[in-house]
């Protein structure tokens, strides 16, 4: 990036997490550069604007209207409990056992 010249800037907007209830943005101006090589002109990489892990969380607190944290504590205790136990093989049903059947046909 040191070697390219900044061809222009953006005013650029990121909304961040709710802070005690109230909306977060940043804003900065972003830089746009030329390459020297290939001519092609890019914004700069800046570090908060990668997309957040916790998007789908938050889409789907919206859609059940309830606060996102709620949502990843709640998937977060659904797969420590998973987790926790042994592996199962969801291929094929299990087969019932003869006693199985017999109670059933009577």
């Known amino acids: 990036m040191a070697d390219q010249p900044v061809h222009d800037s953006r005013r650029r907007s ?16 972003v830089p746009r550069v ?8 890019t914004q700069v ?9 916790l998007a789908p969380f938050k889409r789907l607190a919206l859609t059940i209207k309830a606060h996102w944290e709620g949502v990843l504590n709640a998937v977060d205790r659904t797969c420590t409990t998973a987790a926790s136990r042994p592996p199962t093989d ?17």
């Not at 997490?17 to 804003?27: D, N, W």
């Not at 030329?34 to 002109?41: G, L, N």
């Open 14 to 29: 990121w909304q961040h997490l709710h802070l005690f209830g109230h909306r977060a943005y940043v804003h900065a101006s």
């Open 34 to 41: 030329r390459c020297s090589s290939c001519r092609k002109t």
């Open 45 to 53: 990489a800046v570090p908060w604007a990668r997309r957040c892990r």
């Open 90 to 106: 969801l291929s094929r049903p299990p087969r019932p056992t003869p006693a199985a059947i017999a109670a059933r046909a009577t």
